[in-house]
């Protein structure tokens, strides 16, 4: 059985990347997640990979594509060294 996903889990496309955001909401079928720089995306719940130390690990192949496109993004405001 999968571990349950709560509101603040961190968000991955594998485990040990960086993350690139949190969950949101949980619905029964589906998860918002925050992307940083980018806002919310509604995730189907089949795209979950994986569930374990309250990260999400998403297959990013079911991801849709401007969702990758944010996720590829996600770190571009951050400032080296901080």
């Known amino acids: 059985m999968r ?7 961190q968000t991955f496309v594998a485990d ?3 993350e ?3 969950v949101r909401d949980v619905s029964p079928d589906s998860l918002v997640v925050y ?5 919310e995306f ?6 979950v ?4 130390s309250q990260k999400v690990i998403f ?15 996600a770190h571009d405001a951050e400032v080296p060294g901080l």
Do not use: M, Q
């Open 3 to 9: 571990e349950t996903i709560e509101v603040g889990y």
């Open 20 to 22: 690139f955001g949190a």
């Open 59 to 73: 297959d990013c192949g079911k991801l849709d594509r401007r969702l990758r496109r944010a996720i590829g993004h």
């Open 35 to 39: 992307v940083e720089n980018a806002g």
């Open 49 to 52: 990979e994986a569930v374990h």
């Open 42 to 47: 509604r995730v189907p719940l089949d795209a």
């Open 16 to 18: 040990g990347d960086d």
